[in-house]
């Protein structure tokens, strides 16, 4: 019974341990991986370095190309993405 004790301890430390920090964070990077899968053309962002600026371009390879003022267009990598302010509507098809 003692063994048993001994080992219901360390057992339910990892378990507290995965609910309050690992779960929570597996979450929240499937929520990041599902917004920035989701960018397209005309959406408002904002990097992790702190820049604004629309999305101008969503290229293949895991980059997008994001205007930050009239002219002036920057390539980003797409996980870069910490935040989207504003989506663009899809447009509707027939």
């Given at each position: 019974m003692e063994a048993f004790g001994q080992l219901l301890f360390p057992i339910l430390?990892?378990?507290?341990?995965?609910?309050?920090?690992?779960?929570?964070?597996?979450?929240?990077?499937?929520?990041?991986?599902?917004m920035v899968e989701e960018l397209r053309r005309g959406d408002q962002v904002v990097t992790q370095g702190g820049l604004i600026g629309k999305v101008a371009k969503v290229?293949?390879?895991?980059?997008?190309?994001?205007e930050l003022a009239e002219g002036?267009?920057?390539?980003?990598?797409?996980?870069?993405?910490?935040?989207?302010l504003n989506k663009t509507e899809p447009a509707k098809g027939k």
């Open positions: 430390i990892i378990a507290i341990f995965y609910l309050l920090v690992f779960r929570p964070q597996q979450q929240k990077m499937k929520a990041h991986a599902k290229k293949e390879d895991n980059e997008i190309e994001v002036v267009k920057v390539r980003v990598v797409q996980n870069t993405i910490a935040q989207v």
